[in-house]
């Protein structure tokens, strides 16, 4: 006979065997300092997904994949007719990435669906767990390319003809991996969505608090800046005739740089994530080159006005270097607001399990902020040690993780049962 957990009932997960699961995960894709290197799509990405939907199907919950390989397992509620509640995050990382970005967020919500199941709690509503495709944006831009096309921010086309440095698109790396779903991309209702995280931050450790509320987002852009210059010898090419990508590229790296420094005083910051060049050897002056840019402030007027100093920029590094330069791609993240509702179910689950809780904003991109367009929406921080993410050295304990676990729990119960 299954139970309906009655509001105030204080409900806890299984950390043992949460833990496990993260075990688990890190022994796929391991990197050579005990990190992940499970870039999206790719070989190791597509064996974790199928160990993640083997953890599903045995505990009984329908698994579904749609075009963009996103992967919903649901848990069925009393009143299958009614949107579902639902968790998400990633499981793919960076190319040098670690053990818990993303990963605690699915993880934690398939600890979330069993822990319901040890418990027979039935909820009202169904609830629905998303690994989400390709979050990080490190084989395939821009990042949280799955949850935006869901969200009808990019066209599903434009997100299956990104490409990689090889040349592999996302749809051809679906197929290849099995994970072309037949289900469509986004436009169905949802209640609503709960993110996990680790904080990316070193906030809740350094202050004291075991989890963090985000009240909303830096608001950040992307762009793809592209140079082209001529081939030319090192040698006998005299300087006032040289159109060298390389130079043009470092000279845009430069101008970024500085304008995220002249607004670094309100914690603004700009990134110089990747140039390439071609032919990029030695002896030769390189015709083309590409810098890979974002840029983020705590609110979108100033992130404005460092966009237009950085395209202002342009010209003179151009004229410079003799180049051609321009802005080939742009993208925009973090101009959001998360759902009120959701936000004082959170604060008032952790304050009845005492939890302390930290509100701030979220520096860094998550599928949430997409998800947000869509449905109600929440993101929840949990700490890593000395804030030290994209990196293999990033590092937590279950003690830190199982306070925002247990508020994710009991948060997510409450909305089901609506």
């Known amino acids: 006979m299954s139970l309906a957990a009655p509001p105030a009932t204080n409900l806890s997960v299984d950390g043992a065997r949460f833990w496990r699961t993260i075990e688990d995960s890190a022994a796929i894709g391991t990197g050579p300092e005990g990190g992940l290197r499970r870039l999206a799509l790719g070989d190791d990405d597509a064996k974790m997904r199928r160990v993640f939907i083997g953890w599903c199907e045995a505990q009984g919950y329908a698994v579904t994949v749609d075009r963009m390989g996103n992967i919903f397992a649901r848990r069925e509620g009393s009143d299958p007719s009614l949107p579902p509640v639902t968790i998400g995050s990633h499981l793919d990382t960076q190319a040098a990435g670690g053990r818990f970005d993303g990963i605690v967020g699915v993880l934690g919500g398939l600890e ?41 921010v990019y066209p599903l086309d434009w997100a299956l003809g990104r490409s990689d440095d090889a040349g592999h698109t996302v749809g051809a790396e679906l197929e290849r991996t099995g994970f072309a779903g037949e289900a469509p991309v986004g436009g169905r209702a949802l209640d609503s969505y709960f993110e996990l995280h680790i904080e990316q931050g070193p ?187 994209h990196n293999e050295k990033e590092d937590t304990t279950l003690a830190d993780q199982l306070p925002g676990l247990n508020v994710l729990l009991n948060a997510v119960v409450e909305r089901a049962g609506r």
């Not at 006005?305 to 410079?320: H, K, S, T, V």
């Open 203 to 389: 906030r809740l450790e350094a202050e004291g608090f075991q989890v963090g509320l985000v009240t909303g987002a830096y608001v950040a852009r992307g762009m793809i800046v592209t140079i082209d210059g001529e081939n030319a010898h090192s040698g006998p090419t005299a300087m006032h005739r040289r159109r060298n990508a390389i130079v043009g590229a470092a000279m845009v790296a430069v101008a970024a740089n500085e304008v995220g420094w002249r607004y670094s005083w309100c914690d603004a910051k700009s990134t110089v994530a990747r140039l390439e060049a071609w032919p990029n050897k030695p002896g030769i002056l390189s015709d083309e080159a590409k810098v890979f840019l974002d840029f983020r402030s705590p609110d979108a007027e100033t992130t404005a006005r460092m966009e237009a100093e950085i395209r202002a920029a342009l010209p003179d590094c151009a004229r410079r270097s003799q180049c051609e330069i321009a802005v080939a791609e742009d993208w925009t993240f973090g101009d959001l607001k998360f759902d009120a509702g959701l936000l004082d179910l959170v604060r008032g689950t952790a304050a009845r399990l005492q939890v302390p809780l930290l509100e701030l904003p979220s520096q860094a991109g998550h599928d949430a902020y997409h998800m947000s367009k869509v449905c109600p929406t929440v993101l929840i921080f949990t700490p890593c040690k000395d804030g030290i993410t």
């Open 112 to 152: 979330v669906l069993r822990t319901l199941d040890d418990l027979g709690i039935e909820t009202r509503r169904p609830i629905e767990l998303i690994d989400w495709t390709n979050e990080e944006g490190a084989r395939f831009t821009p990042p949280m390319l799955s949850s935006a096309a869901f969200a009808g």
